[in-house]
Nanobody, 122 residues
Framework: QVQLVESGGGLVQAGGSLRLSCGTV????????MGWFRQAPGKEREFVAT????????FYADSVKGRFTISRDNAKNTGYLQMNNLKPEDTAVYYC???????????????WGQGTQVTVSS
């Protein structure tokens, strides 16, 4: 089975930055698409960013475009989400996910981490 483990969350002030990491365990994960999603209490899980296995294709939610950067290092089986100019509305639990489909929908991802909390104070 493929396992994902997020890290790098924390408490930051508005305008600050964080880099999330997603460590992966799985022989074939490097060939999978990877996504980042987030979920705030009482809210639905929403798309943040996705990247194809090759790293050549990326897509971002409008809410984070220009502020967040998704990347991956297949040699290390690790994905990243660099978050700059954070806003209070970015506060959520962030999840990394893997799947066979390059998609913005969480339903298209089969593998999920346990999440890491990101809190942005105003």
């Amino acid at each position: 089975q493929v396992q994902l483990v997020e890290s790098g969350g924390g408490l930051v002030q508005a305008g600050g930055s964080l880099r999330l990491s997603c460590g992966t365990v799985g022989r074939t994960f490097s060939r999978s698409a990877m996504g980042w999603f987030r979920q705030a209490p009482g809210k639905e899980r929403e798309f943040v960013a996705t990247i194809m296995w090759s790293g050549g294709s990326r897509f971002y939610a409008d809410s984070v475009k220009g502020r967040f950067t998704i990347s991956r290092d297949n040699a290390k089986n690790t994905g990243y989400l660099q978050m700059n100019n954070l806003k209070p509305e970015d506060t959520a639990v962030y999840y990394c996910a893997g799947g066979n489909i390059y998609s913005t929908s969480p339903r298209d991802y089969a593998y999920w981490g346990q999440g890491t909390q990101v809190t942005v104070s105003s």
